[in-house]
């Protein structure tokens, strides 16, 4: 029935093509990290790219992830139901790849400095701003206090959003929150206030101090505030979660620890700094250089087992470091970080040992953390 009501759409379609262009796609909205990511950068690109063309998209799961950021990127974008129809029923006719338009080409990375270079698009409202600021009075936060979000992946999430598949093959991406108390503590007592956000967590954010809070774990947390916090902080200290493709889109600075799949490392902004997970190779009791990580491919490694038949433990960073990349960071916000030539030079080891792909553009911008660089410089 729904491909006799869609054939006629299919056939204007693709009469008005010589005059003007429709496309189909669809957005992943059942996985946050690309739910928050592909619309944003599909706007920027189109912005960036002077494409001319009506484009018409369906949400591919039932539920979003995030109601809030739902709402978002149907002002945004023309996205209804019925087009799901059209996408199968355009594949059944010549021509069908001109009128697909694919906003997961990215794999969620601005391989093209996209972000860097044109403007924000996804946007909350001011009287949604204003109603996320009144519930965070509850905490003594007002809106002119600057704030940091602190996020540590754990299984919950995954476990608990999707209970009947095994994400056991995503705990290598897994780090301890308690891992970052001394960074928290550091940065509350600069003035900050520190918020540790997630929608479903392990354990609390038990910290004794006053500006730092345990959002994750509150009665007021929502898909609204979740948001909020991510847009408005100065920056965001996090582990391997999808709230990093959302500080991405908001162009958020980032400092991120504790990475795993290291060739995945963020390279296309200068506000992103990164430290790694070490690799400790357990028959031979030493640690991994980097090249021996991008020479095999480990640095690719996108599954626990694919660690444990390599018999490769992966090693979290130390509460030091990841107080030294938060600090770090802040410090190159405020214009305040010179950074020595014996650093620059540690850079540019690192970043030449990086293989040269898909993963990456032309431009480098991006900084791996200066005091881990320096602490581990026989890995380079």
């Given at each position: 029935?729904?491909?006799?009501?869609?054939?006629?759409?299919?056939?204007?379609i693709r009469v008005?093509?010589?005059?003007?262009?429709?496309?189909?796609?669809?957005?992943?909205?059942?996985?946050?990290?690309?739910?928050?990511?592909?619309?944003?950068?599909?706007?920027?690109?189109?912005?960036?790219?002077?494409?001319?063309?009506?484009?018409?998209?369906?949400?591919?799961?039932?539920?979003?992830?995030?109601?809030?950021?739902?709402?978002?990127?149907?002002?945004?974008?023309?996205?209804?139901?019925?087009?799901?129809?059209?996408?199968?029923?355009?594949?059944?006719?010549?021509?069908?790849?001109?009128?697909?338009?694919?906003?997961?080409?990215?794999?969620?990375?601005?391989?093209?400095?996209?972000?860097?270079?044109?403007?924000?698009?996804?946007?909350?409202?001011?009287?949604?701003?204003?109603?996320?600021?009144?519930?965070?009075?509850?905490?003594?936060?007002?809106?002119?206090?600057?704030?940091?979000?602190?996020?540590?992946?754990?299984?919950?999430?995954?476990?608990?959003?999707?209970?009947?598949?095994?994400?056991?093959?995503?705990?290598?991406?897994?780090?301890?929150?308690?891992?970052?108390?001394?960074?928290?503590?550091?940065?509350?007592?600069?003035?900050?206030?520190?918020?540790?956000?997630?929608?479903?967590?392990?354990?609390?954010?038990?910290?004794?101090?006053?500006?730092?809070?345990?959002?994750?774990?509150?009665?007021?947390?929502?898909?609204?505030?979740?948001?909020?916090?991510?847009?408005?902080?100065?920056?965001?200290?996090?582990?391997?979660?999808?709230?990093?493709?959302?500080?991405?889109?908001?162009?958020?600075?980032?400092?991120?620890?504790?990475?795993?799949?290291?060739?995945?490392?963020?390279?296309?902004?200068?506000?992103?700094?990164?430290?790694?997970?070490?690799?400790?190779?357990?028959?031979?009791?030493?640690?991994?250089?980097?090249?021996?990580?991008?020479?095999?491919?480990?640095?690719?490694?996108?599954?626990?087992?694919?660690?444990?038949?390599?018999?490769?433990?992966?090693?979290?960073?130390?509460?030091?470091?990841?107080?030294?990349?938060?600090?770090?960071?802040?410090?190159?916000?405020?214009?305040?970080?010179?950074?020595?030539?014996?650093?620059?030079?540690?850079?540019?080891?690192?970043?030449?040992?990086?293989?040269?792909?898909?993963?990456?553009?032309?431009?480098?911008?991006?900084?791996?953390?200066?005091?881990?660089?320096?602490?581990?410089?026989?890995l380079l």
């Open positions: 029935m729904a491909f006799i009501f869609v054939l006629p759409v299919v056939i204007i008005l093509r010589p005059f003007y262009l429709v496309r189909i796609g669809f957005i992943n909205n059942g996985i946050f990290g690309h739910f928050t990511f592909e619309p944003e950068y599909y706007l920027s690109k189109k912005i960036q790219s002077k494409t001319n063309s009506l484009d018409l998209f369906f949400f591919y799961s039932i539920k979003s992830v995030n109601r809030q950021w739902e709402k978002m990127v149907k002002r945004n974008i023309h996205v209804f139901p019925f087009v799901r129809f059209i996408y199968h029923v355009n594949f059944l006719f010549p021509g069908s790849k001109h009128h697909i338009v694919n906003v997961v080409d990215s794999g969620s990375r601005d391989t093209k400095n996209v972000f860097h270079e044109v403007n924000q698009q996804i946007k909350l409202l001011r009287d949604e701003e204003l109603l996320a600021e009144e519930c965070l009075k509850e905490f003594g936060f007002k809106n002119n206090n600057k704030f940091v979000c602190i996020v540590s992946r754990d299984t919950s999430y995954k476990f608990k959003k999707h209970p009947k598949v095994d994400w056991s093959y995503h705990n290598y991406r897994d780090s301890d929150i308690d891992n970052y108390k001394d960074a928290a503590i550091r940065l509350a007592d600069m003035g900050y206030f520190v918020f540790r956000i997630g929608a479903i967590v392990d354990k609390k954010f038990d910290v004794d101090h006053e500006k730092i809070i345990d959002y994750a774990t509150s009665s007021i947390r929502s898909d609204l505030l979740d948001i909020y916090l991510v847009s408005k902080c100065t920056f965001i200290l996090i582990g391997e979660s999808g709230l990093s493709s959302l500080a991405t889109s908001f162009r958020v600075p980032i400092a991120f620890v504790n990475l795993s799949a290291v060739e995945y490392i963020l390279s296309h902004n200068s506000r992103i700094i990164s430290i790694p997970k070490k690799m400790w190779l357990r028959r031979e009791e030493r640690y991994l250089r980097f090249d021996e990580i991008f020479n095999q491919g480990i640095g690719r490694f996108l599954s626990s087992k694919k660690y444990e038949e390599k018999e490769i433990d992966l090693i979290e960073n130390t509460p030091d470091e990841i107080t030294d990349v938060a600090m770090e960071l802040h410090a190159r916000l405020n214009d305040s970080w010179e950074e020595s030539v014996e650093e620059q030079i540690l850079q540019s080891k690192f970043w030449k040992l990086l293989p040269k792909s898909q993963l990456h553009g032309n431009k480098i911008l991006s900084r791996v953390g200066a005091s881990y660089l320096d602490k581990y410089q026989n």
